[in-house]
T-cell receptor, first 108, second 112 residues
Framework: GIQVEQSPPDLILQEGANSTLRCNFS?????LQWFHQNPWGQLINLFY???GTKQNGRLSATTVATERYSLLYISSSQTTDSGVYFC??????????FGKGTRLSVIA | DAGITQSPRHKVTETGTPVTLRCHQT?????MYWYRQDPGHGLRLIHY???????DKGEVSDGYSVSRSKTEDFLLTLESATSSQTSVYFC???????????FGEGSWLTVV
């Protein structure tokens, strides 16, 4: 099945810094989503982005489907951005497959 | 927020006992999923359903069964719980297989 790899696995930032999280996938996809899991365990949809670029406030995402990667940008990070960021993909008829996540800690 | 309710939210049970987790949705979405989350593994698919009485296995289906007798409810059953099934279980829904997927708040299960 499709493989999803996220990098880096862990990231520590000073408040106000910018960051880029990467998601590589091993096959063509027809769905790609980014999620944020907060410290209370909630999984929150950030983007549905099988291709192209989207922005939502301080967050933006770009997926280059032909090169099999997606990037999540976080600008002017805040402590509330802490948590785990997951990339997940659908390839063909298989349900969503998750990467192992990037754990982000933003320090005041 | 998507209308997804998981119950129970927390449960401690003994090895060998049966356990059923319930997922209830109010969105009339066709697809429903059960994932488990464990440290170092991310989220892994257990079973999913693409319609009433239509289900299929996921990556880690051994030891689990599911049932979907109506659109709004998807049940996950551990026939005889084992300590390796201690985990956080998430239900999710989507309108179609390729659409945005929404998660419930999770059910914490401890098997002692």
């Amino acid at each position: 099945g499709i493989q999803v790899e996220q990098s880096p696995p862990d990231l520590i930032l000073q408040e106000g810094a910018n960051s880029t999280l990467r998601c590589n996938f091993s096959d063509s996809v027809n769905n790609l989503q980014w999620f944020h899991q907060n410290p209370w365990g909630q999984l929150i949809n950030l983007f549905y982005i099988p291709s192209g670029t989207k922005q939502n406030g301080r967050l933006s995402a770009t997926t280059v489907a032909t090169e099999r990667y997606s990037l999540l940008y976080i600008s002017s990070s805040q402590t509330t951005d802490s948590g785990v960021y997951f990339c997940a993909v659908v390839s063909g008829n298989t349900p969503l497959v998750f990467g192992k996540g990037t754990r982000l800690s933003v320090i005041a | 927020d998507a209308g997804i309710t998981q119950s129970p939210r927390h449960k401690v049970t003994e090895t060998g006992t049966p356990v059923t987790l319930r997922c209830h949705q109010t969105e009339n979405h066709r697809y429903m999923y059960w994932y488990r989350q464990d440290p170092g593994h991310g989220l892994r698919l257990i079973h999913y359903s693409y319609g009433v009485k239509d289900t299929d296995k996921g990556e880690v289906s051994d030891g689990y069964s599911v049932s979907r007798s109506k659109t709004e409810d998807f049940l996950l059953t551990l026939e005889s719980a084992t300590s390796s099934q201690t985990s956080v279980y998430f239900c999710a829904i989507s309108l179609t297989g390729g659409n945005t997927i929404y998660f419930g708040e999770g059910s914490w299960l401890t098997v002692v």
